[in-house]
Every structure is written in C-alpha cells, then in structure tokens.
C-alpha cells in the first residue's frame, strides 16, 4: 500500500524547493544545516541531503528550471503593450532583461539575454527572441529604454515604426548631471525635472532645446548629453498620456525595481564562473520578484494608452476596433 504521507517525504522537489526559497533569500550553502528543523544528532552525523555540495546542486537544478521557464514563457497569449529594456552588470558579464507590460497593467518578466556590453547585437537578439515566441507589436508597442544608443538602434531595427520610444527621464538628469561641475547640478536638475513633466510635449521639448543652448557654452558635454535622443524623452506625453501612468512610464523605475530585487538573490555570489551561472541567477531573481508584483501606477489609464498605441501604428486610420484591453 502506497502511503501519501511517505510519497510527500520522499519527493525530492520537496527538498529542492525549499532549497530554492532560502537560497533566494539570502541564504549561503553552508548554513543551510544550521537553519534546518533540529533532528538530532544522530540524523545530522548521517545526512547528506542538506551538505553544501548538495544544496548547490539542488539549487542549480532548480534555476535550470527557472531560466528555462523564463526563456521558453510564450507569449502569444499576453496582450503586450509596453516593453521595458534595461541591462545588470555582473562582473565581466551583462544580462540584458526584459519587462513587459500589458494592456490591463500587469507586470511580467519576459526575456534575459547575456553579453559582455549592452551593444545593438545583444539587445536585437533578444527582441527578436521576444517576437519569435509570440510578442506582437502590430498594434503598437511602447519601448521605455534606459538612453543607451544601443538599445534604441535595436528597437527601431526590430520593431521599425510600430514601436515608440520613451527615454527614461532620470537617467537623462543623471547624464547631464554627470557632465556638470558639482555646484551647477542643482539647478540644471530641478529645471530638467520641470520640463520632462511638462504636459505639453512640445514646451517641453522647446524648453530642453533652449537650456542645451544655454549650456553649450560654458558645458558643452553637458549639452551634448542632453541633447542626444532628445525627442524620445517626451515619447509618453506626445501620445497623450499624463498624470499616473505618465510618471510609470516615463522612467525605467518598474524594471529598474526588478532588477534590484534579483540583484539581493546575488548578493552571496563571490564568482561568477561563467554566462550560464549569471543567466540562471538572474532567471531565479526575476522570477522571485514576479511573486510581489503589483499592476503599474496608473494602469487604469492603460486603455488610453492602448488607443493611443494604434494611433501611432496605424497613422492613416481614422478609428481602432474595441480590444479586450481598451474593455478592461
């Protein structure tokens, strides 16, 4: 007679799982002992399951499975409409990852691809991954991006005029900022920040254009920085979208947020042995982070944002059908 009780002790996902928990909290390989039920110690002299060896492989079968879920997710049935890009350094590594957005809101990791820079080729194999298992962006697609020239080079090869671009705004401040002598950031940041919140798209970009004038003598590079890819940075409001939603939209914070939360399930690693190793953290962290994920701020403006999507793929149709993200 087959006892379930038994079954349940003996599985080894069981044990794998809970492997997979602490180790994504935090936890080293070799405490995994000491944080254990106590049984004894006649059952400690004899275990092998809960060795530091043991535990990493457990662990390394268990982000196996993660990365690969990750990878082969499809996404056919996702109702995609925004597409956030940002890369983590790890070591001499980079795994460029991939957030999307759907039409009711709702945050879900979708891609992670490996390099040694965040260059076009890495950023565009991975996009293509993302259409190859069912991203459509034939009704239009928002990219948010962190300003990389890279990674816009990529989207408009991938995506060409379906997609729209929004650059995020703090990484501009930061760049320009970096440009400036201690005592002008301040007030190039605060006037930077007025003007990316700017509703009208066009004072905004007109207000940026004449502060890169007003720069460019004294910083020129300051300048320059800021002018670069200057009309992806009024992307969101251009198609009509503010309050709420804008503020999501415009920054890469929501990916940025994931990011962080994989970047503490890394934060025991002391070598990264080789891309395999980064991709399958970094596919555990994500997936971890996915568990707390709440619909963006503002999503109740996304079926504004939908329309406004079709709009700018289809710019010679007077009116888009009814969508189920438009109903919702």
């Excluded at 079954?7 to 799982?17: G, H, K, M, V, Y």
């Excluded at 002299?45 to 043991?54: C, G």
């Excluded at 891309?275 to 963006?296: D, E, I, K, P, Y």
Aim: aromatic share 4%; net charge positive.
């Amino acid at each position: 007679m087959p006892l379930a009780s038994y079954r349940l002790f003996a599985a080894e996902d069981q044990l794998t799982t809970v492997v997979m928990e602490r180790m994504l909290a935090g936890l080293a390989t070799r405490r995994h002992v000491a944080a254990g039920e106590p049984v004894g110690r006649a059952v400690q002299e004899q275990a092998t399951a809960t060795s530091r060896s043991a535990v990493s492989r457990r662990f390394i079968a268990a982000t196996k499975v993660a990365l690969a879920e990750l990878l082969n997710r499809d996404l056919t049935p996702l109702d995609i409409k925004v597409l956030m890009v940002d890369g983590e350094h790890l070591a001499e590594h980079l795994a460029v990852v991939a957030l999307a957005i759907t039409a009711d809101g709702t945050k879900v990791p979708v891609g992670l691809w490996e390099g040694s820079t965040e260059n076009a080729t890495v950023v565009k194999a991975l996009l293509a991954d993302l259409v190859a298992r069912g991203l459509d962006a034939t009704d239009g697609l928002l990219v948010v991006i962190d300003g990389a020239k890279a990674l816009s080079s990529a989207v408009k090869a991938v995506f060409g005029a379906q997609a729209a671009i929004q650059r995020c705004t703090v990484h501009k401040r930061r760049n320009v900022a970096d440009h400036l002598p201690e005592g002008e950031r301040g007030w190039v940041d605060t006037k930077l920040g007025k003007i990316f919140a700017n509703p009208d798209p066009a004072a905004g970009l007109r207000d940026a254009k004449a502060l890169a004038a007003a720069l460019s003598r004294k910083h020129p590079g300051a300048a320059a920085s800021l002018r670069e890819g200057l009309e992806e940075m009024f992307t969101v409001t251009r198609l009509g979208i503010t309050g709420s939603l804008a503020r999501t939209l415009t920054t890469s914070n929501p990916i940025e947020s994931m990011i962080s939360i994989a970047r503490t399930t890394n934060r025991n690693v002391t070598h990264w042995r080789d891309g395999q190793m980064v991709l399958r953290w970094t596919a555990a962290g994500m997936l971890n982070a996915q568990r707390s994920f709440r619909r963006v701020r503002g999503f109740k403006q996304m079926p504004q944002l939908v329309t406004a999507l079709h709009r700018h793929a289809h710019p010679n149709t007077a009116h888009r059908p009814d969508t189920v993200g438009a109903a919702a």
